[in-house]
């Protein structure tokens, strides 16, 4: 009875930008996509059989062992000294070198997307993403009733030769958006030359960048290529990292790296936000880190994920009926699939859900003119042998819309 008194009362008026804001749908699609009959590639999700799910149990039963009152006690906003001390010997051994001050331990790199659009981002302001761009940044963004300014990819990644047309009306953007390495949803990675020309770009028009690397760690085949912030001489960049992908998400660990004033701005909008990250789990992480063999760790990750890329690719080339064509990538969790001629993907969905096999229509990723002859397929999350059979379940729903 209190249940259905309360949804008789009249609704509240919510702020202007929910207006802008919609669910995401990779959120909405896991919900039925994620059954167990399903061979779901929709999701973003690591290998679960990879977790280190001993050593992370013993890391935490040391720490609270050892210092238990303190790690269940409140922290720091900036985030754990010794966690904070690892990331940055980390990263220098990648060439990214910054001091301890210049790191603020996030809940995943996805709270690093809302600091930086809380610090950055008046409504009104214009914010220069690739086209297609990863659905929860132009979420977070949107809710900040910003304007896109959209830029074409291509297999090198963003079409840096197109930001110039960008900067000379009325209003200047005010930050440029890219997930660089083995991009999401498209599994590209932008190139060397690129990466140079976008440092300069951004350095001549005093325009931040926000580098968004989850996937960064996971180059399975190719040579490694500089973070954008390795690059950067003059602080025009912000990068964002996270165990997610390379340890377990449910830690929801993550990090900004930066120049020391945007650093401590974004660590005021956290203290109004959340106070600072779980103690434990940070705790826990920095005493994990000390002594697992985390790349070896890497390299395991590194290999299953190869394999199970071209398990998927070889398995994209047997099945898929002529017109269609996906994305090579050399690392991270996912593939780009465009359809033939005609199709939308939208309204293969719901045939492939039919036939237990489930994807993410690309519509959704695109900031401006969403188009639905793309698809997004993970492989990091299904061993080969499921990886295989999906496809070739995939490819018969494609080949009947084609009859």
Same mark, same amino acid.
């Given at each position: 009875m209190l249940a259905a008194r309360l949804s008789a009362? @009249?609704?509240?008026?919510l702020a202007q930008r929910m207006s802008r804001m919609k669910a995401s749908a990779v959120r909405e699609i896991l919900k039925v996509a994620e059954r167990p009959d399903v061979l779901s590639f929709a999701g973003g999700l690591p290998a679960p059989e990879l977790f280190p799910v001993e050593a992370i149990a013993q890391a935490h039963a040391e720490v609270l062992a050892d210092d238990g009152r303190a790690a269940l006690q409140y922290s720091t906003t900036e985030g754990y000294g010794p966690l904070r001390e690892w990331i940055t010997s980390h990263l220098g051994e990648g060439?990214?070198?910054?001091?301890?001050?210049?790191?603020?331990?996030?809940?995943?790199?996805?709270? !690093?997307?809302?600091?930086?659009?809380?610090?950055?981002?008046?409504?009104?302001?214009?914010?220069?993403?690739e086209n297609p761009s990863y659905l929860a940044a132009l979420q977070t963004f949107s809710g900040f009733e910003v304007d896109f300014a959209v830029v074409g990819s291509d297999n090198d990644g963003m079409r840096v030769d197109d930001l110039e047309r960008l900067v000379g009306g009325e209003r200047k953007p005010k930050l440029i958006y890219l997930v660089p390495n083995f991009q999401n949803p498209k599994g590209t990675t932008l190139s060397l030359e690129r990466r140079h020309a976008l440092v300069r770009f951004a350095q001549r028009h005093r325009i931040l960048i926000l580098e968004d690397n989850p996937y960064g760690e996971l180059r399975f085949r190719g040579e490694h290529l500089p973070s954008l912030a390795s690059l950067d001489t003059e602080g025009v960049v912000i990068s964002l990292g996270s165990f997610s992908?390379?340890?377990? @998400? !449910?830690?929801?660990?993550?990090? /900004?790296?930066? @120049?020391?004033?945007?650093?401590?701005?974004?660590?005021?909008i956290k203290q109004a936000s959340d106070?600072?990250?779980? &103690?434990?789990?940070?705790? /826990?992480?920095?005493?994990?880190l000390t002594r697992f063999?985390?790349? /070896?760790?890497?390299?395991?990750?590194?290999?299953?994920? !190869?394999?199970?890329?071209?398990?998927?690719? &070889?398995?994209l080339e047997k099945h898929m009926p002529a017109g269609t064509r996906w994305t090579v990538p050399e690392g991270g969790m996912f593939v780009w699939?465009?359809? @033939?001629?005609?199709? &939308?993907?939208?309204?293969?969905f719901p045939l492939a859900l039919d036939k237990r096999v489930a994807f993410v229509p690309g519509s959704p990723f695109f900031a401006s003119e969403p188009r639905s002859e793309f698809m997004r397929l993970n492989y990091s999350n299904r061993p080969s042998e499921l990886i295989e059979e999906g496809m070739r379940r995939l490819g018969a729903v494609i080949a009947s819309q084609q009859q």
């Open positions: 009362l @009249p609704a509240f008026p060439g990214l070198h910054a001091a301890t001050d210049q790191v603020l331990i996030t809940n995943g790199s996805q709270q !690093g997307i809302e600091l930086v659009a809380k610090v950055m981002l008046d409504p009104g302001d214009v914010v220069i993403v992908k390379v340890l377990a @998400p !449910g830690l929801r660990l993550g990090w /900004a790296v930066g @120049p020391r004033e945007l650093i401590r701005h974004l660590t005021v106070l600072h990250t779980a &103690s434990l789990a940070q705790r /826990a992480a920095a005493r994990l063999d985390f790349n /070896a760790h890497l390299e395991t990750l590194r290999a299953v994920y !190869g394999e199970r890329c071209q398990t998927m690719l &070889s398995a699939v465009e359809l @033939p001629r005609g199709m &939308s993907a939208d309204t293969l």
